[in-house]
């Protein structure tokens, strides 16, 4: 069987948020253990692995449809597509530090470098990974 077809415009986004995001989880993974080790922040959920893994992934796949949203409808789409990543990157981090605040008085410094530190992450990999993998489609094809 010949499994050859051309990549469609949203095949390659989302294969790229696809990448992205794996790479992002694991990235995300080892942060939070490094980190958690550095500082002694003992802390810890047996709901944040999942959370980190499918949330990287699940972001990073929303990014991927958003970037072809972005690159299909507008004719600049690459740099706007850029800001609301950022955009959103800052907002996701606030709300989740705001969030732990409703449950929480004080938030612990240490958890709130965490979710700055995971957001970033996902963030700066979406921002340049995506873009360059659709460029570059044969890496993930």
């Known amino acids: 069987m010949n499994y050859d077809y051309q990549q469609t415009d949203l095949s390659r986004s989302v294969l790229g948020g696809l990448?992205?995001?794996?790479?992002?989880?694991?990235?995300?993974?080892?942060?939070?253990?490094?980190y958690k080790s550095i500082v002694k922040f003992k802390e810890?959920?047996?709901?944040?692995?999942?959370?980190?893994?499918?949330?990287?992934?699940?972001?990073?796949?929303?990014c991927g449809i958003i970037f072809y949203l972005f690159i299909h409808y507008l004719k600049k789409g690459i740099p706007f597509?850029?800001?609301?990543?950022?955009?959103?990157?800052?907002?996701?981090a606030?709300?989740?530090?705001?969030?732990?605040?409703?449950?929480?008085?004080?938030?612990?410094m240490e958890f709130r470098f965490l979710v700055i530190g995971t957001q970033v992450i996902i963030g700066g990999l979406a921002v340049f990974l995506i873009p360059y993998l659709f460029r570059h489609d044969s890496i993930i094809s």
């Open 19 to 34: 990448f992205t995001g794996l790479i992002a989880a694991v990235a995300n993974m080892a942060f939070v253990v490094i």
């Open 94 to 108: 606030y709300i989740g530090i705001t969030l732990r605040q409703t449950v929480q008085d004080v938030v612990p």
């Open 81 to 92: 597509y850029r800001i609301c990543v950022v955009a959103v990157t800052v907002l996701i």
């Open 44 to 62: 810890f959920y047996p709901v944040d692995i999942t959370i980190i893994v499918f949330g990287s992934v699940l972001l990073s796949i929303a």
